[in-house]
């Protein structure tokens, strides 16, 4: 049967497209959880740490409901649209998106609040508006986790079965991603195939690993700025 | 013995060219902290110059400064720097941190590890086209003798220097008041001096008031110029550092509990600009004098003397070329061995404990009836109101 790239290209779309949408949608989120003073602050915390020990398939249930005709999303975006987005490539951004919501804050989060305070309040008796702080201090001494938190997205949606099989079915270049590949050979007994697909998938996430780890090197951690001067 | 905080006005005499960019203002916070709740509660009013705040740590120095940057807000109050009102609790102004204009030394400096010294330096200064930036940077950089390690990482110079480059990151945005949270406590004595003529030099052309935060007594006398004193939480001291340091050397009752030679005293002669005085004990034969550090308190106040009997030393000919000021003759009442201490009673006009090691006994060959000398030093009397 050999290896079905369309899966791959579909996946790695996939992947891309979740993870911008969670630099874009994480970062203010985790700026928030590290900054705010909000007493019920953790209410938040618990509910965007939810999708780590949530099955999948909860998580996935949920959001096919909310995504089908009679969801409130879903009926919105039918209106908008004119189609469902239940079993289609967004439904699937969705639903990834909020499955490896933890992946990217979490990262981002903790490096956020490992900036030393001071140099902030520095920032600040310098004249600095809160948006130079954060892209002159907080965000270059917060490099290794925004890569770790966004490879971890990459890799985390790569790699994602229960929530696709949910929302998005098994629609060959719409929705069908390489786990869900992997299992239809499986089940059909094509072992040789599943056993290629899996092995391209596990060298890939090997590969995104390696390069941050290799990124979050000590040298390059300690001093990002002046390496790109 | 605390002076009311109104005081501070009268004894920081402005020239009237500069009264429109002093520091001013009160400040009300209360703070949780342990073993109980702190309460800051203070006026001040800095002119342009080096104005001192002296006191011992969790005395509430650096809340003050950071309420003034508005890096912490007061439950009440007002501030205002020349006249311009950064902070006020009746009419709910509260000018944010990045437009008070207020430089702010932190304690721990916060240079940016990420940076070099130039970039450092220049970020308070994104607004100015480079030009002048480079031209404002460079300046710096030079008035404080920086300008060699403008190229190199803020985390891989010596601790002078960067106290430098952390002044001069500040200095080069041109504040209009100058904050400073302990900045030297970590260098030496002439590291140290060298930066403050170098800071002082750059305040000769600016002129604006520096608060300058320690709890080191000789950074207040080293600094000169004038001194406010917090104690927990007030100020109870204003004036120059001579005035001002002799009040917190009052100890409380519970400091001197421990001492076992404790005599009321008055108050002889007064010597300001030593920074002692002389104090009478009443006793036998007139009683004794005894040099002490200088109070708060004129001729004639009582106080009480406390002597540790551990501080004194004894002498059994009439020693000469000391330092200490206090040789007092007397005669060797009892010696009683308690341990491995020896505690002798001496009548010097009055009755003084003094402790010694067996040792000193046996070669001084001490014993009852004997005339000695007593040696305290002036800083050995400890003083407390009464």
Known sequence: MGIDWQTFRLTLAL???????????????????AFSRWRWKFLIEAVVALPIVLPPTVLGFYVLVALGPRGPLGRWWMSVSGHSLAFTFSGLVIGSVLYSLPFAVQPFAVSFSAVDRKLIAASATLGASPWRTFFRVIAPLSIPGFIAGTALSFAHTMGEFGVVLMVGGNIPGITRTISIDIYDRVQAADYAGANATALVLLLMCFLILTLVYGLNRKPWVMNPLNKTR | MSAPSTNVKEILQPSPLEDDRRLQGHIQKRLAAEPQDFALDLEFDAAPG?????????????????????????????????????????????VPVRHRRIGYVLQS??????????????????????????????????????????????????GGEAQRVALARTLVTDPDVLLLDEPLAALDAATKSKI???????????????????????????LGERALVLEAGRIIAAGTPHEVLSAPQIETVAQL??????????????SVERGTMTCHIAGDRGGILLETPLVRGGVGSKLRVGIRAGDILLATSRPVGLSARNIVPGRLASLEQRDVIVSARIDCGVEMEVHLTLAARDSLQLSAGRDVWLVIKTHSCHLMGR
């Open chain 2, 196 to 222: 403050i003529e170098d800071l002082r030099e750059w305040n000769r052309t600016h002129r604006i008031p520096i608060l300058y935060v320690t709890h080191s007594r000789e950074e207040v006398f080293a």
């Open chain 1, 15 to 33: 992947a891309f497209a979740v993870s911008v949408i969670l630099i874009l949608l994480g970062l203010p989120v985790a700026y928030w959880i």
């Open chain 2, 257 to 270: 509990a421990g001492f076992e030679n404790i005599f009321d005293a008055f108050v002889e002669t007064v």
């Open chain 2, 109 to 158: 400096l916060a240079l940016f590890p990420h940076m070099n010294v130039r970039q450092n330096v220049d970020y308070g200064l994104p607004h100015l086209p480079a030009s002048e930036r480079r031209q404002r940077t460079g300046a710096i950089l030079e008035a404080f003798h920086i300008s060699h390690l403008s190229g190199r990482n803020a985390r891989e110079i010596s």
């Open chain 2, 50 to 94: 080096i104005t001192i705040l002296f006191g011992a740590s969790g005395a509430g120095k650096t809340t003050l400064l950071d309420c003034i940057a508005g890096l912490s807000t007061p439950d009440a109050g007002l501030i205002s720097v020349a006249n311009h009102v950064l902070f006020d609790s009746s009419s709910q102004i509260d």
